[in-house]
């Protein structure tokens, strides 16, 4: 219940006293607390149910709390932020870091006064698993990136959806919220995924590029990555029927070499051991007609079959690193990844693994949330 306006200065600052449980108050104490005027005692004593622990009975601590609510003009929605911010994060803060504008603070009050109760719980753990000194101005950047999209309470549900599934919070940034929020409205927790339709331009600029890209890297072994085997790339040739015979290599190689014509088993397509000594043996290197003899015949069903495994994906989960955000899955050795490009969901890129464990604890060690088990 609200003090009267009719009541005297002191007696309303005594009143506050007394609503904050703090003892052993002096008089001297109390006529300081006058000098901060009506609006601004009106507007602590309202909260004091609410607000009553962040002050723990302190008189200095009740002092610093109505000296971060002025000026008096913007004690009421300082307050009311406040409140709710504690409530939906079950905190005690007396307190709102200083950022430029209030409003911010304002609309990320009112959206965790739209958290469900139930809901709390989850708000709770993420807010647990930050720093404790810069949590709350994490969690404010977060939510005014998303806000700024438009997602600001997505953001809010993006944090209970990671704690609630058991994910990684340090993969919710103020990089990452928005593809997070869009993860979440296409693909929430165990809603199942029916496939990419589409490449996407992953880091290489567009779709056709990306295509290119990882179709070389995969399918010809280019750029030559000496960390990587070739057991990859052997699937591949087999998986999508790709051929080169001595005549193709004597054809189109600048440089022809003896050593690499002997790898070949007479008019037959390489394979087998012939195709691993020449891949081991950088057949390709310095030879770029030669890997776009073989890039062309791979192009477009290394493309097909990345969309068409897509569909039957298991152990699908939203991952993020705090930079990016990616939906993986695996079907056999086939892992295949991709993310949000805008508002376009695409492939970022498909490999054969050769360890697809390790390639899966890889990829849940980012967890957000499953989409498929």
Request: proline share 4%; with cysteine; hydrophobic share 40%.
């Amino acid at each position: 219940m609200p003090l009267p306006l009719s009541m005297p200065l002191m007696t309303a600052a005594s009143h506050l006293v007394q609503a904050y449980s703090i003892a052993n108050i002096q008089h001297g104490q109390v006529t300081r607390l006058t000098g901060y005027g009506r609006p601004i005692l009106d507007a602590a004593y309202d909260a004091a149910d609410e607000l009553r622990a962040c002050c723990d009975r302190k008189y200095q601590w009740l002092v610093s709390f109505l000296d971060y609510l002025r000026p008096s003009q913007f004690a009421t929605i300082k307050v009311d932020a406040i409140k709710r911010i504690n409530a939906a994060f079950n905190i005690t803060a007396s307190a709102l870091p200083e950022i430029n504008s209030l409003s911010r603070w304002k609309a990320l009050g009112e959206a965790c006064a739209r958290v469900a109760q139930q809901d709390r719980i989850y708000l709770d753990r993420f807010y647990r698993t930050r720093n404790a000194r810069s949590a709350l101005s994490d969690i404010e950047e977060i939510f005014y990136t998303a806000n700024k999209e438009g997602m600001g309470d997505d953001a809010l549900r993006v944090m209970k959806a990671v704690m609630q599934n058991g994910g990684n919070a340090a993969g919710i940034t103020s990089r990452t919220i928005v593809a997070l929020a869009r993860m979440l409205r296409a693909h929430p927790p165990l809603s199942g995924f029916m496939g990419y339709t589409r490449w996407g331009p992953g880091d290489h600029g567009n779709p056709d590029a990306n295509l290119r890209a990882h179709a070389l890297k995969h399918v010809c072994r280019q750029p030559l990555l000496l960390e990587v085997g070739v057991a990859e790339t052997m699937f591949w040739w087999d998986f999508l029927r790709i051929q080169l015979t001595l005549a193709d290599y004597n054809r189109l190689a600048v440089n022809p070499k003896p050593l690499v014509q002997s790898l070949f088993d007479g008019l037959n397509p390489l394979a087998g051991d012939h195709l691993r000594r020449f891949l081991i043996h950088q057949a390709f290197n310095d030879e770029p007609q030669l890997a776009d003899f073989a890039l062309q015949q791979a192009l477009r069903p290394y493309r097909d079959v990345a969309i068409e495994t897509s569909r039957v994906l298991n152990r699908v989960i939203i991952q993020s690193n705090g930079e990016k955000v990616f939906l993986s899955g695996a079907s056999g050795n086939i892992f295949i990844i991709g993310r949000f490009e805008g508002t376009e969901l695409g492939i970022s890129s498909c490999y054969w693994a050769t360890d697809i464990e390790s390639k899966l604890r890889g990829a849940r060690s980012n967890i957000c949330w499953e989409v498929r088990r």
